[in-house]
């Protein structure tokens, strides 16, 4: 078997998929519009920034930066100067980032900086050894923090790249999502994650703690169809259960009984899922009187928004 971080197209799709079954293009939309204002922007003093007035911003495997726009475009709002410092590793990302730049509109001027490359290379290149204290206003690392190193010593650089008043988010899986769960339930699994240092959620709010370094949680549960994972055939399917996993072509290079235990596992799941209590399903899927019949087997994913200021 092959870890999944190994084949980056692979990984992509599989991620594209996911976050298609989750709706989470409208979903983080509504989020960004609703949620962020009140959860971080009104929460910056009005001179927050540079003594020139730029308001600077990192953002931490941005991807292909449809999500981290809708979070700068509000940050526009109140800060008409912003520089910003996108780090990805996939150059396809970075370029669908820029070509989805010069589309946009702010309220303000945003001057963006890139660098292609892991958060690694950057802090090697970029911060450690320099004067990195105070340097960023605004920090988010959505779904990108799973490949650090080491989760004390990133974390613990991150709050230190805060400027005083500055605000670090943080967005992960729950440990307990059952995608999740098949890194501590299944040990021929861990191995691709742990040759890649994987970090928990846990892990980062672990680090937290033993710093003493405060924050505040925001939950996301959702539901989503994952029926076609059992479909042999299925090739977003085969994708999805490659993503959950963590290996390139589960099916076809995992052993037989893996495969079997592993299926048998996700059903479990989806059939614990199946006889929630009503009230609770309804908190979960947030999708309650639309009327619709649920059919198939459902899976479910728990995201979690941790957000630290640094005062």
Known sequence: METLSLDQDRYNEGY?????KLERRPRFRKWAHEVFPVAIVQKFASDQGDDDGTFRTLGIGSGNGEFELHLLKQLSTRFPRINHVVIEPSEEYIQAYQTEVASSSFQGSIHFEWHEGTFQEYKQKKLEGTSSDGRFDFINAIHS????????????????????GGILMIEMSDDKTSGQRLFEDFPELQQMFTLNKWVTFSDVTGALCNMSIPFSRLTNPMIFDMTEVFDETSREGNLLLDFFT??????????????????????????????????????????????????GLKFKKIWETLIIEKR
């Open 16 to 20: 594209a998929i996911l976050l298609e």
């Open 246 to 295: 963590h290996v390139s072509n589960f099916r076809k290079t995992a052993d037989d009984g893996l495969v079997q235990r592993v299926l048998k596992f996700l059903k479990m799941k989806a059939e614990e899922l199946a006889v929630m209590p009503l009230e609770q399903a309804s908190l979960t899927t947030g999708n309650v009187g639309d009327g619709k019949e649920s059919t």
């Open 145 to 164: 923090l799973y490949y650090a190193e080491n989760a004390r010593e990133t974390v613990e650089l991150l709050y230190r790249s805060l400027a005083p």
